[in-house]
Structure formats: C-alpha cells, structure tokens
C-alpha cells in the first residue's frame, strides 16, 4: 500500500483543494497516527512538526511560531491536560484542538473548560481536521489590549504605567519600548534580531551587547526584589517574559 492509500483508508477519501501554507505543532505520542496526520497535511502544503512527548510539546508550544497546537489528550509523560492547562496558564493564545479516542460529553466539556479551541474525536476525516485548522487560523490572535499583564507585571498602553504588584516601575523610553516587546510576545522566546529589529528599528550586528544591558536594566527594575522572575534567558536563543520557569 503506498502512502497515499495508506491516510485515505485512515481518514477516508479528502476532497480537491489548494495548498495551504501553515505551520502547526502536532503532539502525538502514537507514531503510526503522528506519520499519517504529517503525511495527509503535508499533500494540502501544511508543515507539521511532531513531538512525542508532553513536556517538550509544552516547550515548543511556548516558543510560538505555529498557527494551531494539535494535541493528544492521551500522551505518556504528562497528559494532554497537563500540557493544555500550563499552556494557557503561561498565558499562551496558539489555538489548541485537542484530539481524543474518547468522545463522551465529559471529555469535551473538561477539554473546552481548561482552554482547548476545539475537540475531535478519532478517528476522523482528513477533510473535517483541515476545516477545523483553517478555522482555527482565521480566529485573530492578537487582537490589541489597552492592558498587557504578566502575573503581577502590568502595563497600561493608555496611560503608560508599569506597575509590578501594584508599585509603580519608573522606565526609561527605550526600557518601556522594549518590556512592551516582551509583554506583546508574552510566553513565546524572542530573539535578539526580533529584538533589534521592533525596537531599536536596526539590523541585529552591534546591537547584541546594547541588548543584553537593557535587559539587565529591566530585570533590576522588575524582577530583582520578587521571588518570581519573569525574564527569563534561553542561552544561544533569546528571551521570554513569562511566569513558567525554564
């Protein structure tokens, strides 16, 4: 049986459409099923990158670049709940549709409840898991609040006031751009060329170092005297403001 043959008879026949250029993390421990959704999205041009486990599934959601998670309910380090709470927890907006074996009421309404954007029930059609994804997509992400917030971290554009847990935060302009950089991308790593780009409007090169000082200057003004730090550094990568610990 060739490949094609081989998700045809797992999902059923898939109607013609144009390719679609999206990016989606699959977190799916069972590899037959991993090979068959990759294979099935990768015929419509949707790039599909499968982790098999839930926490590095959890570390690769957070780091942001996809347009849906799609996660198994069921994996075999922590379940999919787990990874869908902390998700959402870390203030993550990816759209997650959690697939399942179980289709009682009580899965869905749990799944709905702790943040999931949609439930299938396997097995299931190709076609019904495309629409699904290209509803998802469309849904705006990142629709302008007048407040961002992290934990006890808040900014409000209005007024541009910073305040950690209720103290106010006195921020030069360039300190205030770049916290608002890190806030806007809250929970996903960004790097010292995004870095660069968005807020000193200039090519990463001799930026690095100038970099790495305001964000020593951010930390002395909003991590340094609480317990929980927010800016957090991941070596060779960037940077992310969130509450999660890496």
């Known amino acids: 049986m060739d490949d094609a043959s081989a998700y045809e008879l797992a999902f059923g026949p898939s109607s013609e459409r144009q390719p679609s250029a999206m990016r989606i993390l ?15 999205l990768g015929q419509f041009g949707i790039a599909v990158e499968v982790v098999s486990e839930g926490r590095r599934g959890l570390k690769r959601a957070l780091g942001g670049g996809y347009e849906v998670v799609l996660l198994n309910a069921l994996l075999p380090d922590v379940d999919g709940r787990h990874v869908l709470v902390e998700l959402r927890r870390c203030q993550a907006s990816v759209p997650v549709l959690v697939i399942s074996a179980r289709d009682e009421v009580g899965d869905r309404v749990r799944a709905l409840n702790d943040g999931a954007d949609d439930f299938l029930v396997k097995p299931f059609c190709l076609d019904e898991l495309m ?35 209720g103290q106010a935060v006195a921020l ?6 770049l916290l608002g950089f890190l806030l806007k991308h809250r929970g996903a790593v960004v ?10 409007g200039q090519h990463f090169g001799s930026f690095s ?21 927010l800016i957090h550094t991941l070596r060779g990568v960037g940077y992310v403001l969130s509450e999660c610990l890496y």
């Open 26 to 40: 699959l977190i799916e421990n069972d590899p037959g099923q991993a090979s068959l959704v990759s294979l099935g």
């Open 131 to 165: 629409a699904r994804l290209h509803a998802l997509a469309r849904r705006p992400q990142n629709l302008a609040p007048a407040v961002l917030q992290v934990a006890d971290l808040r900014m409000d554009l209005r007024t541009r006031r910073v305040e950690r847990a």
């Open 172 to 177: 030069t302009a360039k300190e205030y751009a």
């Open 191 to 200: 790097t010292r060329a995004m870095i660069a780009e968005h807020v000193w």
């Open 209 to 229: 170092n100038v970099i790495d000082v305001y964000i020593r200057y951010l930390r002395a003004k909003i991590d340094a005297d609480y317990e929980l730090k």
